[in-house]
């Protein structure tokens, strides 16, 4: 923190090896100065990222990801220590460097500089001299993470390479119990140095005071228990400054298998492997996993029946172990928990697979360590239950129940009043239309598995960096990562309002009806860095024929009756055939392209074309070519042509000075260096 590591004072808490009990270290903030950690990361940390542009922010991410992905190992070895397998590590660390990999390709989304448009001008006046622009710029303070102890590597890393692309610090508070291994990727991140001064504080411990320091321009948010995060939002401090609060908590997630799914398909099978991952994998210490199993009441027997016979085939012990498919949970005190939870479930469920109370392990003593038995749970009165919809055993636990119909389950996978993500298991793909859309409201995702995506599905647990993470009610009712819509969660989004040439300044992005910049040469005889936006051409004109129309059909071959055909037009709104809309666009092109061999280097696409007013034969058009915006492109290895991408605003008009279409066009414009 603000710049050094400092160490707390006091005995701390003691952190220990989940597979062997071993004490391996403490854990302390008593005496640490939290106003002066976010004072820092306000005033050295967020100034220096704010600085910096999209491209650059990102381009500092795949670095960072990269720094990283060398040193995993390490980490790896010391993940052992929290009860992960391999397996469950990689989804830890791996996936945390994956959210830096996703989010700096997502720097692409995002213009060259340090802010953004949000959406489209909007005119305010008849004559287009007074519009609006939503624009969104970084916050000024820093981004508090309180995360939990299940994924102390992916639980910092997805958070974060949302908050730097944005612009803004973190300061990462994750759950004391792994701690450990957060503290050592935070302390490579800031070996590299690749991250600004001031990006990344640790705090391994109690926060202390510190959501009584936050303030507006900062972002708090917090990973866990319902109840914890409840207080946490409750902060007399968060509300009197409306602070930006999230909250991903735990939930009751579900699967549905659907009733059209017999032991003879292939979706049965989908079906159990996804209930056994998600029961086993990081020993059930996921806050999407399964923790409630609907099932038609006819198939009951056969599918716990089946679940069972296939947990049976996952061993137990000790992570390092090439043989242990489950390893510990992340302590005793976290096993003692789940077994209290397990206890307040059973007054309305049986257990019918597993034990409360032994467990068999391999390489490892399960005395010592926090190890335990997967455990299926069923209850049988769903609608009448409140136990099995309201506690969740944080562990390697989950209940099936029954229900009739497909209104059933999706009543009983909305009595979990909110939930991070659902699954339906379905061949029938009108089952699972009605099952998301009576359901959606509750579910912050829902997966629909079948044999035609289940090889390449990333599967029900799985929170994806451009998909949204979060869910209503008891889920938060927050979100995270969602690609370009976690980014907007730390910028301020501003409505600015004056004419268009202002806002063609203030955006770097030309507004139509805005000043522009006519030279003696022609826009396509620039190169990339010497074309500002607002240069513009305006062309000379071309009167349209019949011949045009009949030449255009024949050669693209569309001969839509609208432009070849008199005796088809009564009823349409056409006097006489009309021009094709792309011949427009081609012509267009043939008045403002510049034909000889040039900076520009080809034509990169298409985007936002109109067709406005019909142009028949005799019809005069003309063209006004405007730089709208610029966009640079990084080049990839040492023989590629530097370049970048321009957007022209094409507008055409006719004698009468009225539009007949309008559309952006991309090319690709070498760089002078």
């Not at 620039?526 to 011949?547: C, M, N, P, Q, S």
Request: hydrophobic letters at 40%; charged letters at 20%; glycine letters at 8%.
């Amino acid at each position: 923190m603000t710049g050094k590591w400092l160490y707390g004072s006091g005995d701390g808490t003691g952190l220990f090896n989940a597979v062997t009990g071993e004490k391996i270290g403490t854990a302390t903030t008593e005496g640490l100065d939290f106003a002066a950690m976010l004072e820092y990361a306000r005033k050295v940390g967020n100034p220096a990222l704010r600085k910096l542009t999209f491209h650059e922010r990102g381009r500092m991410l795949r670095a960072l990801a990269s720094y990283l992905s060398d040193k995993k190992e390490k980490f790896y070895e010391i993940s052992y220590l929290t009860g992960a397998t391999r397996a469950d590590s990689w989804i830890d660390i791996e996936g945390g460097f994956g959210n830096l990999f996703s989010y700096a390709s997502l720097r692409r989304k995002f213009p060259n500089q340090p802010y953004a448009t949000d959406g489209d001008p909007h005119n305010l006046s008849k004559t287009g001299s007074f519009i609006a622009q939503h624009i969104l710029v970084p916050k000024e303070g820093v981004a508090v993470h309180i995360n939990a102890f299940n994924f102390p590597v992916w639980g910092m890393l997805e958070k974060c390479a949302v908050n730097w692309l944005a612009g803004v610090p973190a300061i990462v508070k994750p759950a004391t119990i792994t701690s450990y291994l957060t503290e050592a990727v935070a302390k490579e991140i800031i070996n590299s140095g690749i991250l600004p001064e001031g990006s990344l504080q640790l705090i391994c411990g109690s926060a202390g005071n510190l959501l009584d320091l936050v303030n507006a321009q900062d972002v708090v948010t917090f990973t866990g228990s319902a109840s914890t995060g409840l207080k946490l939002k409750s902060n007399p401090n968060i509300l009197s400054q409306n602070v930006p609060f999230t909250m991903e908590a735990d939930s009751l997630n579900c699967i549905v298998l659907a009733e059209d799914v017999n032991p003879e398909m292939a979706e049965w099978d989908i079906f159990i492997k996804e209930v056994r991952k998600e029961m086993t994998v990081k020993a059930g210490q996921k806050c999407t996993a399964i923790r409630r199993i609907f099932v038609p009441e006819n198939k009951m027997e056969d599918v716990w029946k089946a679940i069972g016979r296939s947990l049976q085939q996952t061993t137990i012990g000790n992570p390092k172990n090439e043989k242990v498919r489950m390893g510990a949970l992340a302590g005793k005190v976290q096993e003692q928990e789940v077994k209290n939870q397990v206890q307040k479930i059973l007054a309305s469920s049986q257990i019918v697979y597993g034990s409360l109370d032994s467990v068999e392990v391999v390489d490892a003593d399960a005395r010592k360590g926090a190890f335990m038995s997967p455990l299926l749970m069923m209850n049988t009165t769903p609608f009448a239950s409140r136990e099995v919809h309201e506690i969740e055993a944080f562990g390697p636990v989950s209940s099936i129940m029954p229900y009739k119909n497909m209104d059933d389950a999706i009543e009983l996978s909305k009595k979990g009043k909110g939930s991070l993500c659902s699954t339906i298991v379905t061949a029938n793909d009108q089952f699972a239309k009605e099952y998301v859309l009576g359901s959606a409201t509750h579910h912050g995702r829902i997966l629909v598995l079948n044999a035609d995506c289940a090889k390449e599905s990333t599967g029900h647990g799985s929170p994806l960096p451009l998909l949204v993470h979060g869910g209503p009610g008891r889920a938060g009712g927050g979100e995270e990562m969602g690609g370009i819509r976690g980014v907007k969660h730390y910028m301020q989004r501003v409505a600015v309002q004056g004419s268009p040439t202002t806002l063609t300044e203030v955006t770097n992005i030309y507004q139509s009806k805005g000043k522009t910049n006519e030279d003696q040469k022609h826009p396509f005889r620039k190169y990339f860095e010497e074309l500002a936006i607002g240069d513009t051409l305006a062309t000379h004109k071309r009167t349209v024929t019949e011949t045009d129309i009949v030449n255009f059909a024949n050669v693209s071959w569309d001969h839509f009756y609208a432009h070849t055909d008199h005796t088809s037009l009564e009823g349409t709104l056409f006097e006489r055939p009309v021009a094709h809309g792309y011949f427009i666009l081609s012509a267009a092109a043939g008045l403002f392209v510049d034909a000889k061999k040039g900076p520009v280097l080809l034509n990169y696409g298409l985007e936002e074309c109109r067709f406005l007013k019909p142009v028949y034969a005799g019809t005069t058009i003309g063209v006004q070519l405007t730089c709208k915006e610029k966009i640079e492109q990084e080049t990839k290895e040492p023989n590629d042509i530097p370049k970048g991408i321009v957007k022209w605003l094409v507008e055409v008009t006719d004698e009468t000075n009225e539009q007949v279409a309008v559309a952006t066009i991309l090319t690709m414009v070498r760089k002078k260096k």
